[in-house]
């Protein structure tokens, strides 16, 4: 058993997380299922040579943001698979480079306590 603050030490030695909001149990198992519940998503960044003239809608995998004048998209991966994200991407522009962001577990649990109180 490990209790910390430390949410880098939870995701690099943990299986199992149990969050507790004063004295109540808000989660009780995996990181995996704490990010599935509380919404977070790994993040697709795809960098462009050239910009699209519109941003694509690719299924699963809605666009976020749009930066650097159109030549760098990210996307969220809801229910797309990575490589979905990047075939459907080669299909309709030069590539120049692509990066996974995974989601922070510090973002998710501030997430958690802000959620409406519900037992884990």
């Given amino acids: 058993m ?13 299986r199992r997380l ?3 909001d004063h004295g109540r149990v808000v989660h009780d198992g995996s990181i995996a299922a704490l990010h599935s519940r509380y919404g977070s ?21 809605p666009v976020q943001r749009v930066e650097a004048d159109g030549r760098r998209l990210v996307f969220a991966l809801e229910s797309a698979s990575v490589a979905e994200v990047v075939a459907g991407l080669a299909g309709l522009a030069s590539l120049r480079d692509i990066s996974i962001v995974e989601p922070d577990i510090e973002e998710v649990v501030a997430r958690l306590y802000r959620a409406p109180a519900e037992v884990g």
């Fill in 2 to 14: 490990l209790t910390t603050h430390d949410l880098a030490d939870i995701e690099r030695l943990c």
């Fill in 41 to 61: 998503r790994r993040m697709v960044v795809a960098e462009l040579d050239a910009a699209l003239p519109a941003p694509p809608v690719l299924p699963g995998a």
């Fill in 18 to 20: 149990v969050v507790i």
